[in-house]
């Protein structure tokens, strides 16, 4: 039985991980590791199988909690765990400097203290910035990095942090680099959820801008199985950028969303762009198709429609996550009270 340390896995990709791993992997083991921040949530591992799998309640920044949560010579470290969305880091920058940062080092230290092989660092195609728009151009491996939000900027020092831990001390690392993720179980702050929940409930859809920022969708646990790749045959030392090539303007995400579920366009509302707001990402994932054998597997319609029929099957879900510290935060934002 190998036994991985997975950081975040109360979250959306993270809980995503943990159920397909245990799913698909029967000599696996987990150890959890998730301070349940507001995007922490339970209910996301509800009817995981409980004999291997163990949570643990702790920050990542917290050194004496992960040495004790961590495995001695636990095989890997899954770094998930992240303040995760661009807004709020407009809003308010430490925290994610906080544990995008100090978090990963501390999980770094941790690892080497514990004798980990490999160590997973979960980052994101923002690192590289923003592309222009309607060009050909497209996110690389050897892009640069040049994050524009704070989010971005935490992440980009968080690849930092992981490759000075491999060039100084010689850690086994790993970073992957993915773009726009959807599917069940999403805090409705993000795009899709956000529109989905809003629209199930005939609220206003709040758009950017003039909603033509590029995004570059792929579903979920294709990312996962990308994630899981890169653990059993990347190479150390390097990044692969993580794609579905699926390019999408906002606006037609709503408009799909809308159409799906039959309700009128006339529900989108058009709000001030996001400061600094990236225009465009799109990933060439021809390194991870190449080295990891990947490719993802399902297509849009298919993991769109998933989608929405999953935040449909679980109101209870999305009222329970609506709820609380998401009303106050909502109001701010978009200047609206939820229903
Ligand atoms: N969502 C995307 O589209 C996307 C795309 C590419 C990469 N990523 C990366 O994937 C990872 C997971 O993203 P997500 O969308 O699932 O995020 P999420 O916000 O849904 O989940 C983050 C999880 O981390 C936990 N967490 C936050 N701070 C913590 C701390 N200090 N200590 C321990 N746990 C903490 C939260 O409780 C939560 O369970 C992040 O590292 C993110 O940067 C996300």
Redo the contacts with the bound molecule.
Sequence with gaps: MRTIFV??????????FVRMVLERESDVAIVD?????????ME?LAGVDDTRHTFVH?????REAVLAAMPDGCDAVF???????VDRSITSAG?FL???II?TQVLLDAARERGVRRFV??????VMGSLPDDSDEYFTEASPLQPNSP?AAS?AS?EFVVRAAQETFGVDAVI???????GP???PE?LIPLMIANAMNDEPLPVYGDGRNVRDW?Y?ED?CAAIWLAYEKGRSGEAYN?GARNERYNIDVVTAILDLLGKPHSLIKYVADRLGHDRRYAIDPAKAENELGWKPSITWEAGLAATIGWYRDNQAWVDHVRSGEYREYYRKMYGATLA
Excluded: M, P, W
């Design positions: 950081t975040g896995g109360a979250g959306f990709i993270g809980s995503a590791y998730d301070a349940l921040t507001y995007a922490g949530n996301n702790g920050d990542i920044c917290d770094n998930f765990a992240a303040e995760s969305h925290e906080r544990t995008n978090g660092q979960v980052s994101t195609d923002e989010y992440k968080a992957t680099r993915c773009g726009n993720n959807y179980r999403q805090f993000k792929i979920v990312h993580i």
